[in-house]
């Protein structure tokens, strides 16, 4: 039997795609291309946004005209699912619809699918546990491990709460055996992520639980280099950066999810941090980590944003020195409390968010020339056109000609020169 599997989205849906893909294998199934005739295609959709709607509509539109062809099954999982507020065609002709509880029920239900039963397992999210989905092995250099899944924010323009459900934290004997797995296999590098990675444990009776299950991971299942997901603002206190420091492995570079400087955005984004807390979030993580580079993501034309609220975001660019931004012009999501606000016209949301990427690249350049001649260890993850590409440990995305004798994986020294930026070259 030939699976099909396409991810839309977030590296959380990637790594459920790759547990999925790893069980169905397991079950003798063979992982083919989505484009491909195969006996089964699975989606596995996202709904972050409009646009992530539209894609994942057209990708089962897509799936459905093949299959009809070739005879094959379609299964429709994950958060566009969940958070269907119609009955979409695309959702009625399907084989199999799930949502964001069971997911990977689908390897236990291939025989009953194939043989033409159609399976609806959609449910509410209210009370669900973790669900316990793992890997062995990825089809790349670095691994990603999921710690929770879920968010408690209900920010005011984020659709994601009703679509994945309250915080559900991985059990940290899980989560160890997991990393013990890859780098038994080589992994030099493990990513902790989840849907608010940062909330990790945060239905835990414990005290500073992600930073608590760090300590736990460098004593049991050190790894080379060790970095996180997104990370709220509010989670970089001294204590925890002090921590976290005495950890080996991890790796000094961060991403924060921003979204806004001003205060009055962020307090309409019902963020509950402000301008003066991000600052020192920065100050923090610069004091226990001298060389980190940071990334962070923001959101451009929020309601009600007016042009000093703007500026606040750009200053924080410049000031906090953000190797990587994330632009993202606001995406009304019907349902959130952000779509019952006024909007920032279209013309004035993609202008402000052209301006800001601008700087952010102006920004990334100005980081890039400041470590130029420095040393530092490149984990080279692609080969492409007789280039190595890949990250140091800070996070600089380099492109270098392939040192003979290399292999993917591999972690090489590197002097910073002008001509590695992999950003700014054609590589």
């Known amino acids: 039997m030939k699976v099909g599997i396409l991810t839309l989205g977030c590296r959380v849906n990637q790594y459920e795609s790759d547990a999925i893909s790893e069980a169905l294998e397991k079950r003798g199934c063979e992982i083919g291309d989505f484009d491909s005739d195969c006996d089964l295609y699975i989606i596995n959709t996202c709904t972050v946004t409009?646009?992530?709607?539209?894609?994942?509509?057209?990708?089962?539109?897509?799936?459905?005209?093949?299959?009809?062809?070739?005879?094959?099954?379609?299964?429709?999982?994950?958060?566009?699912?969940?958070?269907?507020r119609e009955e979409y065609d695309e959702l009625k002709n399907a084989h199999y619809i799930s949502g964001n509880r069971d997911k990977s029920e689908i390897v236990n239900c291939l025989e009953r699918l194939m043989s033409g039963e159609r399976l609806d397992l959609r449910e509410?999210?209210?009370?669900?546990?973790?669900?316990?989905?793992?890997?062995?092995?990825?089809?790349?250099?670095?691994?990603?491990?999921?710690?929770e899944d879920g968010c408690n924010n209900f920010?005011?323009?984020?659709?994601?709460?009703?679509?994945?459900?309250?915080?559900?934290?991985?059990?940290?004997?899980?989560?160890?055996n997991e990393i013990k797995r890859l780098t038994a296999r080589g992994y030099k590098e493990v990513i902790l992520t989840g849907i608010e990675t940062s909330s990790y444990g945060e239905d835990f009776d414990t005290n500073e639980p992600l930073v608590t299950l760090v300590e736990r991971i460098g004593r049991e299942a050190p790894v080379s280099r060790l970095r996180f997901g997104s990370l709220h603002p509010s989670f970089f206190t001294e204590e925890s950066l002090k921590r976290l420091k005495a950890v080996e492995g991890v790796m000094p570079h961060f991403h924060l999810s921003v979204q806004s400087a001003s205060n009055?955005?962020?307090?309409?984004?019902r963020r509950p941090y402000g301008k003066a807390e991000l600052y020192k979030?920065?100050?923090?993580?610069?004091?226990?980590?001298?060389?980190?580079?940071?990334?962070?993501?923001?959101?451009?034309?929020?309601?009600?944003?007016?042009?000093?609220?703007?500026?606040?975001?750009?200053?924080?660019?410049?000031?906090?020195e953000i190797l990587h931004t994330h632009v993202f012009p606001y995406s009304k999501r019907e349902g959130t409390k952000a779509a019952e606000m006024k909007e920032v016209p279209n013309a004035v949301k993609y202008?402000?968010?052209?301006?800001?990427?601008k700087t952010a690249?102006?920004?990334?350049?100005?980081?890039?020339?400041?470590?130029?001649?420095?040393?530092?260890?490149?984990?080279?993850?692609?080969?492409k056109d007789g280039r190595a590409l890949g990250?140091?440990?800070?996070?600089?995305?380099?492109?270098?000609?392939?040192?003979?004798?290399?292999?993917?994986?591999?972690?090489?020294?590197?002097?910073?020169?002008?001509?590695?930026?992999?950003?700014f070259t054609n590589s």
């Not at 459905?64 to 699912?81: H, P, Q, S, Y």
């Open 50 to 84: 409009a646009e992530s709607d539209s894609k994942s509509r057209k990708a089962v539109r897509r799936a459905l005209r093949t299959a009809e062809k070739n005879g094959g099954k379609v299964a429709v999982i994950g958060c566009f699912v969940q958070g269907a």
């Open 124 to 147: 509410t999210l209210t009370g669900a546990e973790y669900e316990n989905m793992s890997i062995d092995s990825r089809r790349y250099v670095k691994a990603y491990v999921k710690i």
């Open 155 to 176: 920010c005011s323009y984020c659709y994601v709460p009703f679509v994945r459900g309250r915080v559900r934290s991985r059990n940290q004997e899980d989560i160890i």
């Open 264 to 269: 009055k955005v962020l307090s309409d984004m």
């Open 281 to 320: 979030a920065v100050e923090n993580i610069r004091h226990f980590f001298p060389d980190a580079n940071l990334s962070c993501d923001m959101i451009c034309g929020f309601p009600w944003e007016r042009e000093e609220d703007f500026q606040d975001s750009i200053d924080f660019i410049k000031k906090a």
């Open 351 to 357: 202008e402000r968010a052209r301006i800001m990427q």
């Open 361 to 383: 690249d102006e920004v990334h350049k100005l980081v890039f020339e400041k470590n130029i001649g420095k040393e530092y260890n490149m984990l080279l993850e692609f080969f």
């Open 391 to 423: 990250y140091t440990e800070n996070f600089i995305n380099l492109s270098v000609p392939i040192p003979e004798g290399s292999e993917k994986g591999d972690v090489i020294k590197v002097k910073i020169s002008r001509d590695m930026d992999k950003k």
